[in-house]
T-cell receptor, first 111, second 116 residues
Framework: AQSVTQLGSHVSVSEGALVLLRCNYS??????LFWYVQYPNQGLQLLLK??????LVKGINGFEAEFKKSETSFHLTKPSAHMSDAAEYFC?????????FGAGTRLTVKP | GAVVSQHPSRVICKSGTSVKIECRSL??????MFWYRQFPKQSLMLMAT?????????EQGVEKDKFLINHASLTLSTLTVTSAHPEDSSFYIC????????????FGQGTRLTVV
């Protein structure tokens, strides 16, 4: 089975600052990787996904992530944080239709 | 993207009663559906994986007799919480993967269950 580790359960940045949310995974099979965002009492919305095409993936709302196989990482970044980015972010890995989530990182954006 | 509809979005029930949550794929055929449980400020915990026409595969520690999952068609899966207790109160989320979307799971909006 796959597993996902998100470093940092809580990240706080100032508005306009760089956002970096870390994700590492482990798997014995080829995987697809995802970042989802969750707002309070809502389901999950896909931000972006890696599906073995380009290693640098651009998503919605200005987010992007880079797949680094040698580091088994898929960190999420955004050059300039906005107040509306405050939410819970989940990294997920899908291998052989077995989807697993990281523990989540709560992003707080300070004015 | 594809749409997954989960119903109800919020339900309150009395202890000892059963509650059914529906998860529907509206515009694609979902060969695999996942049911997750989420406690406040925590991640999603996979409860079970169901394939259409087959018995669900439950994760370790999840009581299959308490959380009944049915995936009778390619567009509908149901989760029934039987004899609910207050500790079953939680946020339940379903997701679905289809034959044409076999790399990405689409999520329902979740169901907030409160057992009183």
């Amino acid at each position: 089975a796959q597993s996902v580790t998100q470093l940092g359960s809580h990240v706080s940045v100032s508005e306009g600052a760089l956002v970096l949310l870390r994700c590492n995974y482990s798997s014995s099979v080829s995987v697809y990787l995802f970042w989802y965002v969750q707002y309070p009492n809502q389901g999950l919305q896909l931000l972006l996904k890696y599906t073995s095409a380009a290693t640098l993936v651009k998503g919605i709302n200005g987010f992007e992530a880079e797949f680094k196989k040698s580091e088994t990482s898929f960190h999420l970044t955004k050059p300039s944080a906005h107040m509306s980015d405050a939410a819970e972010y989940f990294c997920a890995v899908n291998g052989n239709n077995d989807m697993r989530f990281g523990a989540g990182t709560r992003l707080t954006v300070k004015p | 993207g594809a749409v997954v509809s989960q119903h109800p979005s919020r339900v309150i029930c009395k202890s000892g009663t059963s509650v059914k949550i529906e998860c529907r794929s509206l515009d694609f055929q979902a060969t695999t559906m996942f049911w997750y449980r989420q406690f406040p400020k925590q991640s999603l915990m996979l409860m079970a994986t169901s394939n259409e026409g087959s018995k669900a595969t439950y994760e370790q520690g999840v009581e299959k007799d308490k959380f009944l999952i049915n995936h009778a068609s390619l567009t509908l899966s149901t989760l029934t919480v039987t004899s609910a207790h207050p500790e079953d109160s939680s946020f339940y989320i379903c997701s679905a993967i289809g034959t044409d979307w076999n790399t990405e799971a689409f999520f329902g909006q979740g169901t907030r269950l409160t057992v009183v």
